[in-house]
């Protein structure tokens, strides 16, 4: 079973606050990822880092900013949350042996009201 | 730009039933093919991966084929069961390890 984490699993919040959503793997992996899904869409790639201090925005344009100070953690991080912020974000990381295998977290179901 | 597009958007069908679960993509030019599971409210499972050399991967009851140059997968379930209810998403792994996603088909298997 994947060793990857990711809380809160539901937030709903105002329009204006500052969120972030938390991400950690224990399984060492040097990739990691942050995924949008809006239901029965695709998921869409927003963030995405090969090693600490590496971040590289996605295919999706996103309001939201990432960092990776540590091997273990990739928070995403929303200044200012607005009602278009809504949706589920999925984290996923990956080893370089195995690049394309990738372990998903449980989501974070945000809601702005 | 890759598009990964599946069809039906939902299928329901019978316990004891096999069936396939289509995927296409548009560039054929891809690294790897997976399939993923997604139960509600959850993250996704890795079923099955076949890189872009390999014709098909099989696991339990799941058989995955790929054919590159027609753009096409198949994800083929046999003897379903309740518990394989779930979204099945396809998705194609490009250059740096980037995946495009489909919008995946929602399974119901009927007891």
């Known amino acids: 079973e994947a060793d990857i984490y990711q809380t809160p699993r539901y937030l709903v919040i105002g329009t204006g606050k500052k969120i972030t959503l938390e991400c950690s793997q224990t399984?060492?992996?040097?990739?990691m990822y942050w995924y949008q899904q809006d239901p029965g869409m695709e998921l869409h790639l927003i963030h995405y880092?090969?090693?600490?201090?590496?971040?590289e925005k996605g295919d999706l344009s996103s309001e939201s900013t990432v960092s990776r100070i540590r091997t273990e953690h990739f928070p995403l991080t929303l200044e200012s949350a607005r009602p278009s912020h809504t949706s589920q974000y999925l984290c996923a990381s990956s080893d370089s042996m195995a690049p394309e295998k990738l372990f998903f977290g449980s989501g974070t179901q945000l809601s702005v009201l | 730009k890759q598009e990964v597009t599946q069809i039906p958007a939902a299928l329901s069908v019978p316990e004891g039933e096999n069936l396939v679960l289509n995927c296409s993509f548009t560039?054929?030019?891809?690294?790897?093919l997976q399939w993923f599971r997604q139960d509600p409210g959850k993250g996704l499972t890795s079923l099955l991966l076949i890189q872009s050399s390999q014709r098909e991967q099989t696991s339990g009851r799941l058989n995955a084929s790929l054919d590159k140059s027609s753009g096409r997968s198949t994800l083929y379930i046999a003897a379903s069961q309740p518990g394989d209810s779930a979204t099945y998403l396809c998705a194609v792994g490009g250059a740096n390890s980037k995946l495009t996603f489909g919008k995946g088909i929602t399974l119901s298997v009927r007891p």
């Open positions: 560039d054929s030019a891809i690294y790897n």
């Open positions: 880092s090969y090693g600490v201090n590496s971040t």
């Open positions: 399984m060492g992996h040097d990739k």
